[in-house]
């Protein structure tokens, strides 16, 4: 088996605790733009604007709408989803949640712990992202794990998003990895695994939640500190 000179991770939902940090992004913000005046509670609002964010998301990956549409319709359609009505108010939630989100600090278990022994053992890591250059370099910075990272390629950079190869050949150049000397490590089976291996990368699915159980033929762990001693070798 060739030395996995290269390992590549994916930010959210990988090492960035995605979910916690956005709920209490926008539990700030719920406050600060008094929404309770006009939603039952924050747990109903966020539970619709999970919904919808999946989808826009699901959109923009796909190129079906702008980072702009993305920014400010989820909000839009959130707000709509308990007849609000309020272009203004809806670009005040995402440019507060732009603010705001990029500055929580909440790491998946073992991350800095599993960062700090591939990085004493000489490997080069790298992330691959379909997150905003402008907020993905503020998660990294202010939750302390920026300097682990040789590369950070963000696939706007790119023009495209994960699975497209392109993403992972531009990385592969950035970093003059090989790819059969190059893992790939996310939480999104089509996004990251088959997007990798498309590209002759080993693809690992992190699957903290068991969420992907009957994917049985995929090369999964649960925990970050699973990756040196189950994946590298160590």
Same mark, same amino acid.
């Given at each position: 088996?060739?030395k996995?000179? +290269? @390992? *590549? ?6 090492l960035?605790?995605? =979910? ?10 719920f ?6 005046? +006009?939603?039952p ?5 966020? !539970? ?7 989808? *826009?998301?699901?959109?923009?990956s ?12 989820r *909000? ?5 989803k ?12 995402g440019?507060?949640?732009i ?10 278990? #073992?991350t800095?712990?599993?960062?700090? =022994? ?22 990294? !910075?202010?939750? #302390?794990i920026?300097?682990? *990272? ?12 994960k699975?497209d190869p ?5 990385a592969?150049e ?6 059969? =000397?190059?893992?790939? @490590? #996310? ?21 903290? +939640?068991? +969420? ?23």
């Open positions: 088996m060739n996995l000179n +290269h @390992i *590549f991770f994916d930010l959210d939902r990988t960035w605790d995605f =979910e916690t940090n956005s709920k209490a992004a926008l539990v700030q913000i406050d600060e733009l008094k929404l309770a005046e +006009h939603i509670t924050f747990d109903v609002f966020y !539970e619709e604007y999970r919904i919808v964010n999946a989808d *826009f998301w699901d959109k923009y796909k190129g079906i709408i702008s980072k702009a549409d993305l920014r400010s319709g *909000f839009a359609q959130t707000l709509e308990f007849s609000i009505i309020n272009e203004k108010l809806s670009h005040k939630l440019e507060r949640y603010q705001v989100s990029p500055y929580q600090t909440n790491l998946f278990p #073992g800095v712990e599993t960062l700090s =022994e591939l990085k004493n053992n000489d490997h080069q890591l790298h992330i691959i992202t379909n997150g905003f250059k402008e907020v993905q370099f503020i998660k990294l !910075e202010n939750s #302390g920026l300097n682990y *990272f040789d590369d950070i390629l963000c696939s706007e950079e790119v023009g495209v998003n699975p392109l993403v992972f050949k531009k592969l950035r970093t003059k990895a090989k790819n059969i =000397e190059s893992i790939m @490590i #996310g939480d999104d089976f089509n996004a990251d695994v088959l997007g990798a291996e498309k590209c002759g990368i080993r693809g690992v699915l992190f699957d903290p +939640h068991n +969420h992907h159980v009957e994917r049985s033929g995929v090369e999964r762990i649960q925990s970050l500190k699973e990756i040196p001693a189950k994946i590298i070798g160590l």
